[in-house]
Nanobody, 117 residues
Framework: QVQLVESGGGLVQPGGSLRLSCGASGFTFRDYYIGWVRQAPGKGLEWVSSILSDGRFTYYADSVEGRFTISRDNAKNTLYLQMNSLKSEDTAVYYC??????????WGQGTQVTVSS
């Protein structure tokens, strides 16, 4: 079955960096675009970034543009999100999700990112 497993979250000070990973299994990873979506405490889901199947094209929300970098390794079935210059407003649970049409059909369980001094 399709599985997406995030890792790499944690507590970091403002201005710091984290790299999230998402391991995929149960489907042909290289055939799908994949994205990151986050949910801050008490708020709704917010799309963060997406990457097309071959990794050539990437897209970012304005709130993270220039600070976050999405990438993928199709040989390892793994998605990454490098997060730099983190702010308190980046605190959220981060989910990776498999793309389908204009949305996502499978989601991971999420990894908590907390930005605080």
């Amino acid at each position: 079955q399709v599985q997406l497993v995030e890792s790499g979250g944690g507590l970091v000070q403002p201005g710091g960096s984290l790299r999230l990973s998402c391991g995929a299994s149960g489907f042909t990873f290289r055939d799908y675009y994949i994205g990151w979506v986050r949910q801050a405490p008490g708020k709704g889901l917010e799309w963060v970034s997406s990457i097309l199947s071959d990794g050539r094209f990437t897209y970012y929300a304005d709130s993270v543009e220039g600070r976050f970098t999405i990438s993928r390794d199709n040989a390892k079935n793994t998605l990454y999100l490098q997060m730099n210059s983190l702010k308190s407003e980046d605190t959220a649970v981060y989910y990776c999700a498999r793309g389908l049409g204009w949305g996502y059909d499978y989601w991971g369980q999420g990894t908590q990112v907390t930005v605080s001094s």
